[in-house]
C-alpha cells in the first residue's frame, strides 16, 4: 500500500460511488487530494468484497442513469446492472480517469479535529500504524448505508436475526420459516431469493406499500410480468426508454404535472386499467391494490408522500403464493413465533376482524436501514441530519459549511444516489477552489429546504435523506451553472422534453462541460423514444399546453403573497409542479420564454407523430433533418453511441418534412 502523502487540500473519507466522483471531481479540477476507504477495494457496497450485498443484486435504476455525467456505458441497450456490471463500470471509470493512485484502501480514519480552520485527522492503516495528516478541507462520503439498524422489537425472540446485509444467499435460508420486515428494494430482493428455498415466507409491512415496476411497458402488457426472468435477460431485448420507470417518474414532462393532476391518472387510470386487463390476483392487479390503498389517506400526494419501492418482485412472489404479506401496525416476539396485532391484510386479502395472528419462525431478515453515525468527527455542533444541511450537503453549525461537506447523503425519491453526489461535488470542488461561495443566507435556505421536505414527504419524516430527483438537480445545478439549456432542433427539444433527466443533460454547459458525452447518450435513441404509453402521452400533452398558464398565475401568485414562503405553497398540490417549489427552486421570469416555446414545440411533435395515418411513413433508413450529427468523438471515452432510428408511437412515424416547418418556430 502506498503511503499516504504529507500535504493534501483535501481529504475524501469513503471509496463508494459517491466518494469516487467526489475524488475525480476535485482532481480534474486541480485540486490535491486523496481518498481514504477502511476496506479492501473501492465501490462501497458493490464491490466483491464488501460482504454487504446478496449475490442476484439489481440496480433499481438504469445504467444511462446511474453513469456519470461524462462517462457514457459501453450497453448497446438500456438496461438495469447487475451488481458486477455496476463494479465493473466504476472500475473503468477510476481506469480512465487515472485516479486509482489516489485512493488509499484498507485505511480507516480514527478521529477528524478541526483546529484553526485545518482538519487534522488520525489515520489507522492495515498494519495497525497510527498516521496523522493536516488537510484544509473534508468529503465525508461513507453514506447512509454504513451502520446497521435492527429494532428493539426482536426482544425474546430466540431464532436466527439476521440484518439484510448479512443475507447473501437463498442458501441461508433453505427449508426454514422466514419473516422478512421492511418494504423497500433490499426487503424486495431478498423476499424473492428466499422463496426459492424456504419453507414458508412472510413478509411485514406497517402499512400498505408503495410500489412501482422497473419495466413499465412490460407490466402494461404482459399478464404474467416477471422481472424475475426479465432481468436475466435484458440484452435479448432492445427496449425504448419511455418503456422504464424513470421516464414517468423523471422526465420533464411528467414532472411539469402538478400532483393532483399525476395522482389522477395514476390512480383512476394505470391502476383501474390493469387491475381490469390482469385480474386483481395478478402481479400487476395487486401493485394497484395495494397502491390504491397507500394511497387512500392523501389521494393527490400519497406517491409522493412516501417513498416508492422501485420493484413489484414481491407482488409477483405473492400473485405466485410463494409467500404471504402481512399488514399490521404492530408485531411483538415471544420465543420462536410472532404474533402481529390488529392486522390488515394477509395473503392476497384484506382482513374483516383484526384478532391477533401469531407465526412460527425460525429465522429473521431484518430489512431496516442502517444508522448515520459521525462520532469520529471532533467539530462542535455538527448535526447529523442531512435534511437541515444546505443541498443535503453542507453543515450550517458555526463555519463547519467552508470546511466540510457529506456527499451521499442526498437520497432520491425517484432517481440515483450518485448522481446527487456528482453535481454536488462539481459544486463542492468550485467552492474549495474559491470559484463559487455559499450564499450568503445558506443556513436560512437549509432550514426552509428542511421543513419544505418534511411537509412533502411527511409520510416518510424518517428517511432524512430523502429529495424529489428533478427539483433537487435543477436547484444545484443553479449553483454549479449547468442547467440544461433548451436545444434549438426538433428532436433535441422533444428529447429534452419527454426523456428522463438523466445525469449527462447536466453536462452541456458551466465548468467541467462535455457536451459531446450528452450527445453520446441522446443521439442513441430515437426522438419519441421516450414517450410514454397511452393514455399518460395523452394527459402529459394536453397539461403540456396548459401548465404554462398556471405556472404563470403561480408565478405572480407568489411574486406578491409568498414572497418570504418557507416550506410548501399554499394548494400545491394543484397548482404547482415540484420541480418549482422543493430544494428552494422558484418560478422566474425567464421561464416563460424560450421553455415555454420549447415545451410546446415537444407537444406539437407529439401529437404529430402520434396522428400517423395523416402522413406517409418514412422508409426506416431515413433520420429527421432535425436531428443533430454525430458528436465528435471524445478522446478515451468507453464508447460513442450511434443515433437509432425512432420507434413508432402509436404505428407511425413523423414526417421529417415537418421539422424544418417547426424548427423555424425556434428561438
Given at each position: ?21 467526489a ?80 485512493i ?18 488520525t ?65 424486495a ?13 412472510t ?10 415496476p ?24 432492445d ?56 394511497y ?17 418482485m414481491?407482488c ?17 416476539c ?49 448535526d ?59 443556513k436560512?435556505?437549509?432550514?426552509a ?86 393514455p ?52 422566474r ?51 460513442i ?27
Amino acid at each position: 500500500m502506498m503511503s499516504i502523502p504529507t500535504k493534501s487540500t483535501a481529504l475524501v473519507v469513503g471509496a463508494g460511488p459517491s466518494g469516487l466522483v467526489a475524488l475525480k471531481e476535485m482532481k480534474e479540477a486541480g485540486i490535491v487530494a486523496i481518498a481514504v476507504d477502511s476496506a479492501s477495494d473501492f465501490g462501497g457496497v458493490f464491490s466483491p468484497a464488501s460482504g454487504m450485498t446478496y449475490d442476484e443484486l439489481y440496480l433499481t435504476t438504469t445504467n444511462m442513469f446511474m453513469a456519470y455525467s461524462d462517462f457514457p456505458p459501453k450497453d448497446e441497450n438500456v438496461k438495469y446492472w447487475s451488481k458486477q456490471e455496476y463494479y465493473e463500470y466504476m472500475s473503468s471509470y477510476v481506469e480512465h480517469f487515472n485516479f486509482r493512485s489516489s485512493i488509499h484502501l484498507e485505511t480507516s480514519v480514527v478521529k477528524a479535529k478541526l483546529i484553526s480552520d485545518a482538519w487534522h485527522v488520525t489515520f489507522k492503516t492495515k498494519a495497525g500504524e497510527l498516521l496523522e495528516r493536516i488537510f484544509d478541507y473534508m468529503v465525508v462520503a461513507t453514506g447512509a448505508n454504513h451502520t446497521p439498524h435492527l429494532p428493539k422489537i426482536f426482544q425474546g425472540f430466540k431464532g436466527e436475526i439476521l440484518h439484510s446485509h448479512q443475507y447473501h444467499s437463498q442458501e441461508q435460508v433453505k427449508g426454514k420459516k422466514v419473516l422478512v420486515i421492511g418494504m423497500g428494494e433490499s426487503s424486495a430482493d431478498v423476499v424473492k431469493s428466499s422463496a426459492k428455498t424456504a419453507e414458508t415466507v412472510t413478509l411485514w409491512t406497517r402499512h400498505y406499500p408503495n410500489v412501482a415496476p422497473r419495466f413499465l411497458g412490460e407490466c402494461i402488457d404482459d399478464k404474467n410480468y416477471s422481472e424475475d426472468e426479465y432481468l436475466p435477460q435484458q440484452d435479448s431485448k432492445d427496449r425504448r426508454p419511455g418503456e422504464f420507470l424513470e421516464t414517468v417518474l423523471t422526465s420533464r414532462i411528467v414532472r411539469n404535472m402538478p400532483l393532483a393532476a399525476w395522482a389522477t391518472v395514476l390512480q383512476k387510470g394505470l391502476f383501474a386499467d390493469l387491475k381490469v386487463a390482469h385480474g386483481s390476483k395478478s402481479a400487476a392487479g395487486l401493485m394497484s391494490d395495494w397502491c390504491l390503498n397507500s394511497y387512500k389517506k392523501d389521494f393527490f400526494s400519497g406517491d409522493t408522500a412516501s417513498v416508492p419501492t422501485k420493484t413489484i418482485m414481491i407482488c409477483t412472489t405473492a400473485a405466485n403464493k410463494q409467500m404471504e404479506m402481512v399488514v399490521a401496525p404492530r408485531m411483538r416476539c415471544e420465543s420462536n413465533r410472532v404474533v402481529f396485532e390488529e392486522p390488515l391484510y394477509r395473503g392476497l386479502e384484506k382482513l374483516d376482524n383484526t384478532d391477533d395472528i401469531p407465526i412460527d419462525i425460525d429465522v429473521i431478515v431484518a430489512c431496516t436501514g442502517y444508522k448515520v453515525s459521525f462520532d469520529w468527527i471532533e467539530a462542535p455542533g455538527l448535526d447529523s441530519n442531512p435534511r437541515f444541511w444546505f443541498k443535503h450537503c453542507i453543515p450550517t453549525s458555526g463555519n463547519l459549511g467552508k470546511k466540510l461537506a457529506f456527499i451521499g447523503y442526498a437520497r432520491p425519491h425517484q432517481g440515483g444516489i450518485p448522481q446527487c453526489a456528482e453535481i454536488l461535488s462539481r459544486y463542492i470542488s468550485q467552492l474549495v477552489l474559491k470559484t463559487k461561495t455559499l450564499p450568503d443566507n445558506y443556513k436560512d435556505l437549509a432550514q426552509a429546504e428542511g421543513k419544505c421536505e418534511n411537509e412533502c414527504f411527511y409520510i416518510s419524516k424518517h428517511i432524512a435523506p430523502l429529495v424529489d430527483y428533478p427539483a433537487f438537480m435543477l436547484s444545484v445545478s443553479r449553483l454549479v451553472g449547468c442547467e440544461p439549456v433548451v436545444p434549438q432542433d426538433v428532436s433535441g427539444i422533444v428529447k429534452y422534453w419527454t426523456f428522463p433527466l438523466w445525469s449527462c443533460f447536466f453536462r452541456t454547459q458551466g465548468i467541467g462541460a462535455k457536451p459531446e458525452m450528452c450527445e453520446a447518450i441522446l443521439n442513441k435513441f430515437g426522438t419519441f423514444d421516450a414517450v410514454a404509453p397511452m393514455p399518460l402521452a395523452a394527459v402529459q400533452v394536453i397539461l403540456t399546453f396548459f401548465m404554462p398558464v398556471l405556472n404563470f398565475c403561480s408565478f405572480v401568485f407568489e411574486l406578491f403573497f409568498e414572497k418570504q414562503r418557507k416550506g410548501i405553497p399554499a394548494g400545491y398540490k394543484f397548482r404547482s409542479s415540484k420541480m418549482n417549489f422543493m430544494s428552494g427552486n422558484c418560478l422566474r421570469l425567464k421561464d416563460f420564454g424560450a421553455p415555454v416555446l420549447a415545451q410546446w414545440i415537444a407537444a406539437a411533435a407529439m401529437i404529430l407523430h402520434g396522428v400517423g395515418s395523416l402522413f406517409p411513413t418514412p422508409s426506416s433508413d431515413k433520420k429527421f433533418s432535425s436531428t443533430p450529427p454525430p458528436p465528435t468523438p471524445y478522446s478515451g471515452a468507453t464508447q460513442i453511441l450511434t443515433p437509432k432510428v425512432p420507434t413508432p408511437l402509436l404505428g407511425a412515424q413523423f414526417h421529417p418534412d415537418l421539422s424544418s416547418s417547426i424548427l423555424s418556430l425556434c428561438p
